[in-house]
Nanobody, 115 residues
């Protein structure tokens, strides 16, 4: 099994920054990719950013140039640096892990951006 623990959410004013962290434990030796999804009220969960085992990354168009995903392999931790936050970034952010055995989701962390 894989366990994911997220941290770093909170309330920030528009234009501000936050950094989310997701620490993975358990079966992390066969990771394909880790990433962040978000779900705003009344909307479907959407991919924000992902980082793959080879180091490649991909981002939602809405966050390109503002968000950066990175990882620390020694700590089995993935980060999402979020800059120039907008009210429309308000959502619950979920960490996601994918490996040969399936997908695992974190419990989510709330990010609220005030205007």
């Amino acid at each position: 099994q894989v366990q994911l623990v997220e941290s770093g959410g909170g309330l920030v004013q528009a234009g501000g920054s936050l950094r989310l962290s997701c620490a993975a434990s358990g079966r992390t030796f066969s990771t394909y990719a880790m990433g962040w999804y978000r779900q705003a009220p009344g909307k479907q969960r959407e991919l924000v950013a992902a980082i793959h085992s080879g180091g490649s990354t991909n981002y939602a168009d809405s966050v390109k140039g503002r968000f950066t995903i990175s990882r620390d392999n020694a700590k089995n931790t993935v980060y999402l640096q979020m800059n120039s936050l907008k009210p429309e970034d308000t959502a619950v952010y979920y960490c996601h892990h994918e490996d040969a055995y399936g997908s695992t989701w974190g419990k989510g962390t709330l990010v609220t951006v005030s205007s």
